[in-house]
């Protein structure tokens, strides 16, 4: 990796102290960036290079995935930070801020490769871009870069009139869409896993899925996250964005040892081919919800409308739940069910494949009941990684009754890189496979925007579910025969060893 000047837009702010310090740190522990590191931190408030330096140990002492020991090495990255006042609005602070890249390049040896970071508002976005351009900061003779946070736009049109503000100044190869979804190791290994496993490569197409089901549960509520989350909701807060990013990433099909263009054309496909919703039946196909008060893990816990920051009118969804098809030979009428919510029962990001059983169709036709769990392939992304496969055994203790089993694999490694990790590190080295393209961010909105219609239109109810439930019970109406796997049902979640060493970590479990 070439030696770069990391410039951080909003240097002060909570982004930046609780992922993107610490993302650096444990990239730096581990040998991965090479060259002398020069880090230019910006804000309004004033603060000298040693405050600066001092505030960005006391994250790594907090926020850190690896233990962060007195010594030389930790001393030559923290010396590596500075810090410059600039106002996004002032033209000449950019001017002071090129005068300060340039003397670190020239004092560290630094080629001119510049990556702007911008962990800041969005509403920033677009004049930061310009004041690049205009500044000077942005002719570079090596390359330069700009890693952009969400939200991406409220809606189509404002994405698209913020993806034109970016462009005045950057090309697309050129701007990094941080999606932290993509960062997630188990996200990153999804293709691997598909094309590396000729039985899964065989399996992924309708023919054998009868569903797919992806969730992000969590059982925080909103925090203290109220001004912008009230505004944002479930849909723009994850479903536009993180839960469209892990539909693409599921059901894109790829050759081994493609390139990260590939990666992007084969998403575009697949979000591409998501069946258009029209707005008169978004109501059939989305449910909304709300958290009303409840009880998470023994504590009682607020309704949404309770919690400080929010209107006890609100409408606001904290909990979205869509069916959708997409319209490809792979695919074509197997149901992709997405669901995410806060203050839901458990914490879990997860893709469940149940795959079909035909042979329960015949004895049901033709015999009445056999009636064989279906095989299940669940994928668990976070909070733990792991995969497990569901299958039907004969239990000689039972008579030779049918049950089934699961087969498990469990990362079993809490020191895995953390998203931040992986994606500051791919942006380092320019390679955009896991950041979201344009055109991908584009597709997504306009799938969702008939869904913003409804709601703005009142056309789409919002339905309240109790705080520590799996989300209000029209969600399982979504399904028809269907229904979600709870956490309990999955093998992941079964915790007795029963004849199985503990530690293994591939084992096969007793299962439902
Ligand atoms: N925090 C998080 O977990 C996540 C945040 N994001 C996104 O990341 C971005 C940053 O979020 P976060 O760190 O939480 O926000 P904060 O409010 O904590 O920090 C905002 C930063 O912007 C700086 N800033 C504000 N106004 C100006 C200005 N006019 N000129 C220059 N700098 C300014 C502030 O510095 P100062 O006050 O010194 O000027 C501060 O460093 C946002 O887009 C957010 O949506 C995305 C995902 C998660
Ligand atoms: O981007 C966001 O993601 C988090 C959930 O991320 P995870 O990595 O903890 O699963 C969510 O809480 C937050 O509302 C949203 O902005």
């Known amino acids: 990796m070439e030696s770069s000047t990391f410039v951080l837009f909003g240097a002060t702010g909570d982004l930046a ?17 090479s060259g002398p590191l020069s880090v230019i931190g910006l804000g309004r408030r004033e603060l000298s290079n040693e405050t600066f330096q001092a505030q960005v140990l006391d994250s790594l002492r907090t926020f850190s ?45 630094i080629p001119e490769n510049r ?28 390359w330069k870069r700009l890693i952009i946070e969400k939200p991406f736009g409220r809606d189509l049109k404002s994405a698209r009139a913020l993806n034109d503000s970016l462009n005045a100044a950057f090309t697309e190869e050129e701007i990094f869409r941080i999606d932290h979804f993509l960062g997630k190791p188990m996200v990153q290994n999804l293709e691997v896993l598909k094309y590396s ?8 197409q309708n023919r054998y899925i009868a569903n797919v089901q992806i969730t992000a549960a969590e059982t925080v509520g909103v925090e203290e996250r109220a001004g912008y989350y009230d505004k944002a909701g479930a849909l723009r807060d994850m479903f536009q964005n993180h839960m469209l990013q892990l539909l693409m990433m599921m059901a894109m099909q790829l050759p081994k040892g493609s390139t990260p263009e590939d990666v ?21 196909h989305v449910v909304r919800g709300q958290y009303a008060a409840g009880e998470i893990r023994g504590s009682k816990v607020d309704g949404y409308t309770s919690e400080p920051g929010i209107e006890a009118s609100s409408q606001n969804e904290t909990y979205i739940a869509a069916r959708l098809w997409i319209d490809d030979p792979l695919w074509s009428e197997v149901p992709f069910y997405i669901r995410t919510g806060k203050r839901m029962k458990e914490k879990s990001t997860r893709i ?36 497990s496969l569901q ?27 953390e998203a931040y990790e992986n994606l500051i590190y791919d942006a380092l080295l320019g390679d955009a496979t896991f950041f979201a393209h344009w055109e991908e961010v584009e597709l997504s909105w306009q799938w969702v925007q008939p869904i913003i219609e409804a709601t703005e239109e009142g056309t789409l109810p ?20 269907d229904h979600w796997w709870l956490d309990e049902e999955l093998p992941a979640e079964q915790h007795e060893p029963n004849d199985v060493h503990e530690t293994d970590p591939v084992a096969i479990r007793p299962g439902a």
């Open 17 to 33: 102290k609780r992922k993107i310090y610490p993302a650096l740190y444990n990239l730096f522990a581990d040998g991965k960036l």
């Open 65 to 109: 995935r690896r233990k962060v020991e007195e010594s030389a090495e930790l001393q030559d990255f923290l010396l590596a930070f500075e810090y410059s006042v600039l106002d996004v609005g002032r033209p000449e602070d950019y001017k002071k801020l090129l005068a300060h890249v340039q003397r670190r390049e020239e004092l560290l040896n």
């Open 115 to 142: 990556m702007f970071y911008l962990s800041v508002g969005p509403e920033f976005f677009g004049p930061i871009a310009g004041n690049i351009n205009t500044s000077g900061l942005g002719d570079t003779k090596g």
């Open 197 to 204: 496993n000729p039985v899964l490569r065989a399996l992924w």
């Open 264 to 284: 992007r054309s084969k998403k575009r496909h697949v979000i591409r081919s998501v069946r258009p919703l029209l707005k008169e039946d978004v109501a059939r």
């Open 352 to 387: 469940v494949i149940e795959f079909k059983e035909p042979f329960n169709d015949l004895h049901n036709k033709n015999r009445g009941k056999l009636e064989l769990d279906p095989n299940l392939l669940v994928i668990e992304i976070g909070p733990g990684e792991g995969i």
């Open 391 to 417: 299958l039907n055994t004969k239990n000689p203790r039972q008579h030779g009754q049918l049950e089934p089993v699961s087969i498990k694999h469990e990362s079993g490694n809490p020191d895995l890189p």
């Open 462 to 481: 919002l339905h309240s579910y109790a705080a520590g439930s799996y989300g209000p019970d029209a969600a399982d109406e979504l399904l028809g025969e």
